[in-house]
């Protein structure tokens, strides 16, 4: 299973833009969330949604960014408005997922990194 996260680019302050993440395979997600990097900082965690659709947000972007998910749980969304300088970062999507039942596993997927550049 790989995931393919998409839709970053270069917006001015106020603008907004929406990320995606797609699993390759089909995967029982548990939680999934969107981290960022920004340069030279640490990753940190920006949105996350649990299976029963219960999410959190990094306070910094709460009230602007909203995560969603397909009804499948197989791909992640994060929608970015009022785009701020300080949300320029490379965002990573994560989920963790079950992968084995007897006992319960679960394991931890990453995508590539999708680069968010605001600026005027």
């Known amino acids: 299973v790989q995931l393919q996260a998409y839709g970053g680019g270069m917006v001015q302050p106020g603008e907004s833009l929406r990320l995606s993440c797609a699993a390759t395979?089909?995967?029982?997600?548990?939680?999934m969330n969107w981290y960022r990097q920004a340069p030279g900082k640490q990753r940190e965690l920006v949105a996350g949604i649990t299976r029963d659709d219960k999410t959190n947000y990094a306070d910094s972007v709460k009230g602007r960014f909203t995560i969603t998910t397909d009804s499948a749980k197989n791909a992640v969304y994060l929608q970015m408005d009022r785009l701020k300088p300080e949300d320029t970062a490379v965002y990573y999507c994560?989920?963790?997922?079950?992968?084995?039942?007897?006992?319960?596993?679960?394991?931890?997927?990453w995508g590539q990194g999708t680069l968010v550049t605001v600026s005027s």
């Open positions: 395979g089909t995967i029982f997600s548990v939680n």
């Open positions: 994560h989920v963790k997922a079950v992968v084995a039942t007897a006992p319960i596993k679960t394991d931890d997927y």
